[in-house]
């Protein structure tokens, strides 16, 4: 590492149902391609919650859209809009297959566990896969199991964290410090501690927006 290069933390701030993180997190990676390695980036990602009040075991993913948008149609409308820019990025997106709006609790407790293995961005990729592309219940413990152990965390390890609450209060104090620094809107981004912006905006924004950051000292 020369004299004029150093660590950036980029903090993304999520919710694994949320259609524009999944879209979002394709245009950061290749946000991050297009910055290269001159200053390294480290992600990590923190919890968001859309849905505070979801109870366990989620529910019925169009009633809840129907009521959620005022109608079934214009909650359609914004599928097919989201869905469009999903397969612009080259992502696919599978809404039919999503039957259940889950509480993302416990998927968020498994992003933090990836953390501390050094898996975070595989985990998170693997989440917005299992939901979005196959309707997973990413709220199901033998679903969110076979995710982390795909990523090389240990079954013992998996097993007793999924059995537990470890970090339950991680995550509902991260939610809050997020709610508090004045984040509605997700994804959001935050660099070095510094708010950037909200949105799954380009690769290009992103990556521009990022290097006259790290230029200002932020």
Known sequence: MN?????????IVSDIVCPWCYIGKRR?????????????ITVRWKPYELNPKMPPGGLDRKSYYARKFGSSAYAEDLIANITANAHDDGLPME??????????RTAHRLIWLAEQFDCQDAIVDALFQAYFVEGSNIEDRMV???IAVSTGISDEVVNKFLGGDEALDIIATEVKAAQDAGIQGVPAFVLNGHFLFSGAQSPETIS???????????
């Open 3 to 11: 004299s004029t290069t150093f660590a950036t933390t980029l903090e």
């Open 144 to 146: 969110l199991f076979n």
């Open 208 to 218: 521009l927006t990022i290097k006259r950051a790290i230029a200002k000292g932020l």
């Open 28 to 40: 950061l990676d290749r946000a991050l391609e297009l910055l290269g390695s001159d200053n390294p």
């Open 95 to 104: 809404y039919a297959n999503i039957k259940r709006v889950p509480n993302t």
